[in-house]
C-alpha cells in the first residue's frame, strides 16, 4: 500500500510521514476512526515504508526486494492478528486464516468486520482474538528480524480482545528492540484505557463526496454520475461507496420497495410467499435487506425535516420515499427502524426468519394503513 492509494486523510498522511522522516516512529500507534475511513490503509503504508530498502520521500520505492514482499503482504517481518471464530467443531488459529486474510487485504484493504466474516464464513458466529493469539504475536515479535528494517505487527479490530486486552498491555509496555505494534480500530470506546493511553493516535475521519467520488471513479472506471451518487449515498465511507457501485443496489432497492408495497396492500398469500423466500434466502442475503431497510427508513426519517436536495437517496428511491413520509408520521418511521433493529438481533440468535418478517410485515401493514 502507498500512501498516494488512500483517499483523502492528509493530516493523517502528513503526521506519518513526518514521524518517518524524523526516525520517531513510536512504539504502540493506534489507527482509529469510523468504518471504512482508510484506518488499515494507513497501516498497511506505514509498514511497507518502514520496511523498504530505498524510501523516496517517506514514501515505498514499490521496487525494491522488500517492497515486493510488502505489497503483496508476505514481507516476513510484518504479521498480522485479526479476529477469527469456530469454524465447524473447533476454533481455529489466525494462521490457518493467514491466506484468506492476505487475499482480502489485496483485494478490499477497506474492508469491514462484515465483509471479513463473510470471507471465511463465520458471518453469525462469536469471533474474538483470544489469550493464545496474543502469546504467539509475543513469540513473533521475540524472534529474530528475517530481513526487514524493523518488526511490525499490525492488530487489526483489537476491540475483539475483549478480557484479553491486559496480555496485549503487557506487550506494549515491555516493547521488544524495534518493533511496531500498529493498532487498527472502529471502536476505540472498546479498548482499555490502560492500552489507550500507552498508545499514539493517528485519527481518520469521515471523507467528503467529492474526494471519494474522485476515488471511486480512478478505482472502478464508472461514470462520474455513479460515483457521485455512490459518494452521495455512503456518508463518507469510502468501502460503503465501492459497494454502491458495484453492488447492485438498484436490486436492494427494488426488493426493500416491493416489500413495502406488499405490506401495504397485504394479501395473505403474497406475504406468506414472500416471507418463504426471505426464510430461504442466505444468511448475508438477509443482512443486506435489513440493513438497507434500515438505510431507508433512516433517510426517510430525515426527509421529514431535510429538504429533498439533502436526502441521500438515488432518484428511484426519492419517489417512494416521497410517498412513504406522506403517510407515515416520525414517530412510526421511528417504530419500523427499531422493528428493524430488533430483527437484525433476532436473526444473530437465529430466530426463524419466516416467523420474524411475518410479523414484521404485519406490523408494517398496520402503520402504513393506520396512517393513510
Ligand atoms: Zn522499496
Given at each position: ?31 482509529s ?13 506505514l ?31 510484518v ?13 481455529k ?6 491466506k ?37 504475536i ?21 476491540e475483539?480482545?475483549?478480557t ?8 506494549i ?8 505494534l500498529?493498532?487498527?480500530t472502529?471502536?476505540k470506546?472498546?479498548?482499555?484505557p ?8 493517528v ?8 474526494v ?18 455512490a ?6 465511507r ?13 436490486k436492494?432497492s ?7 408495497r ?6 395473505p ?7 418463504d ?6 444468511y ?10 434500515l ?17 441521500r ?8 420515499m ?7 408520521r416520525?414517530?412510526?418511521i ?11 438481533v ?17 406490523k ?9
Amino acid at each position: 500500500m502507498k500512501w498516494n492509494n488512500i483517499v483523502g486523510q492528509d493530516s493523517a498522511k502528513t503526521y506519518l510521514k513526518s514521524i518517518i522522516r524524523q526516525g520517531r516512529v513510536p512504539h504502540a500507534l493506534l489507527f482509529s476512526g469510523p468504518e471504512g475511513t482508510g484506518q488499515l490503509p494507513l497501516a498497511l503504508a506505514l509498514a511497507s515504508t518502514l520496511q523498504c530498502e530505498s524510501p523516496v520521500n517517506e514514501e515505498a520505492c514499490g521496487v525494491c526486494p522488500s517492497c515486493i514482499k510488502s505489497f503483496k503482504y508476505n514481507h516476513p517481518d510484518v504479521n498480522f492478528v485479526f479476529p477469527v471464530a469456530v469454524l465447524g467443531q473447533e476454533r481455529k488459529s489466525i494462521t490457518h486464516f493467514m491466506k484468506d486474510f492476505k487475499e482480502q487485504l489485496l483485494e478490499k484493504p477497506y474492508m469491514s468486520f462484515e465483509d471479513w466474516a463473510y470471507k471465511i464464513g463465520i458471518e453469525n458466529k462469536h469471533a474474538n482474538i483470544n489469550a493464545a493469539d496474543i502469546r504467539s504475536i509475543k513469540q513473533t515479535l521475540s524472534l529474530k528480524r528475517h530481513e526487514g528494517r524493523s518488526k511490525v505487527m499490525i492488530i487489526w479490530l483489537p476491540e475483539y480482545l475483549g478480557t484479553e486486552g491486559n496480555i496485549l498491555l503487557k506487550l506494549i509496555e515491555e516493547p521488544e528492540d524495534n518493533t511496531h505494534l500498529l493498532l487498527v480500530t472502529e471502536k476505540k470506546e472498546a479498548i482499555l484505557p490502560t492500552i489507550l493511553s500507552r498508545c499514539q493516535s493517528v485519527d481518520t475521519f469521515l471523507l467528503s463526496d467529492d474526494v471519494i467520488s474522485e476515488a471511486v471513479m480512478q478505482q472502478t472506471g464508472c461514470s462520474r454520475e455513479a460515483a457521485k451518487e455512490a459518494a452521495w449515498l455512503s456518508e463518507g465511507r469510502f468501502n460503503v461507496a465501492l459497494q454502491k457501485v458495484n453492488s447492485a443496489e438498484e436490486k436492494d432497492s427494488s426488493g426493500f420497495l416491493d416489500w413495502l408495497r406488499m405490506c401495504y396492500k397485504a394479501n395473505p398469500e403474497d406475504l406468506t410467499k414472500w416471507a418463504d423466500d426471505f426464510h430461504n434466502m442466505s444468511y448475508e442475503s438477509k443482512k443486506h435487506f435489513l440493513s438497507y431497510g434500515l438505510h431507508f427508513l433512516q433517510q426517510c426519517l430525515k426527509a421529514h425535516f431535510l429538504p429533498t436536495d439533502r436526502w441521500r437517496v438515488s432518484e428511484e428511491e426519492k419517489k417512494s420515499m416521497k410517498s412513504l413520509v406522506k403517510i407515515m408520521r416520525p414517530d412510526t418511521i421511528e417504530k419500523a427502524h427499531h422493528l428493524f433493529n430488533d430483527n437484525f438481533v433476532f436473526l444473530e440468535r437465529y430466530a426463524n426468519a419466516k416467523l420474524i418478517m411475518m410479523s414484521s410485515s404485519l406490523k408494517m401493514h398496520h402503520w402504513l394503513r393506520s396512517e393513510a
